[in-house]
């Protein structure tokens, strides 16, 4: 099976989660964190540094963020707590020792930069971000504009050779490069991560990758969220359920 070939939506649950041997891996908005209506909404939360602390030292390092934001954005919005992330879907990456490695920005985000900002400035309700290696336009105020949008980012893709990301009521244009599922791969092949079980909770079809990527090492994924097609091995209702299973974890 291939990442373009999507299993049947799922809506078994996982077993309780066993630390001994796992290596960990973790989205954050729709996983960690519930979806916000603008990205800078999404701010720490005591609850969650609390437990990543503790997941981080229990899983002795084998944890890791894989998440479609910034490092800094991560960062901040974790508190610090997490070493180990994969930022912008792959396109940057920090490693257990903290050394970061990092794609060097495409040309065409010139011109893709210019074409949002100038379609965005037509309706309030688009909100775009500007990573440096991606530009992301969210409609999620504005789903009546999702044709519109989605069309634009197709133009714009093939005019100037950036990759399309679609995702949940947004549309990424990115460097090409390394994916969610090509980070944990990467991670996989590194202390203290080699030789353990990969799994991983993502929400997005921008997750896919990573689920994919686990099934492929010996693991398995979980979809945080509706039932849907996924290569995701287990499903749980949402980032409060997603939250209670980590916090139960032996």
């Not at 899983?59 to 974790?78: K, M, P, Q, T, Y």
């Not at 791969?185 to 990758?209: K, Y």
Request: with cysteine; glycine share 8%; aromatic share 4%.
């Amino acid at each position: 099976m291939s990442v373009d070939e999507l299993s049947i939506g799922l809506s078994k649950p996982p077993a309780r989660l066993a630390l001994d041997g796992a290596a960990l891996f973790l989205d954050l908005d729709g996983t960690l964190a519930p979806i916000a209506e603008r990205p800078e909404d999404v701010r720490p939360d005591p609850r969650r540094t609390d437990l990543l602390q503790k997941l981080g030292q229990r899983l002795n390092g084998r944890l890791a963020v894989v998440s479609g934001r910034s490092l800094s954005e991560i960062d901040h919005i974790l508190e610090n707590r997490v070493t180990c992330v994969a930022a912008i879907h792959g396109l940057v990456r920090r490693d257990a020792h903290g050394v970061i490695g990092e794609a060097a920005p495409h040309p065409g985000l010139t011109t893709a930069r210019t074409a949002l900002r100038e379609f965005a400035a037509r309706d309030p309700r688009l909100l775009i971000e500007d990573k440096a290696l991606s530009l992301t336009m969210h409609y999620r105020q504005a789903p009546d504009r999702a044709r519109d949008v989605i069309d634009l980012a197709e133009h714009i893709a093939t005019l100037t050779g950036l990759t399309l990301q679609p995702g949940d009521m947004v549309v990424e244009l990115r460097t090409p490069g390394a994916s969610k599922g090509d980070s944990i791969r990467a991670f996989m092949t590194e202390q203290p991560f080699r030789g353990h079980q990969p799994i991983f909770l993502g929400d997005d079809l921008t997750d896919e990758h990573g689920f994919f990527a686990v099934r492929q090492l010996g693991g398995y994924g979980i979809l945080v969220g509706p039932e849907r097609k996924t290569t995701a091995t287990y499903r749980m209702e949402g980032v409060e359920a997603a939250l209670t299973w980590l916090e139960a974890a032996e």
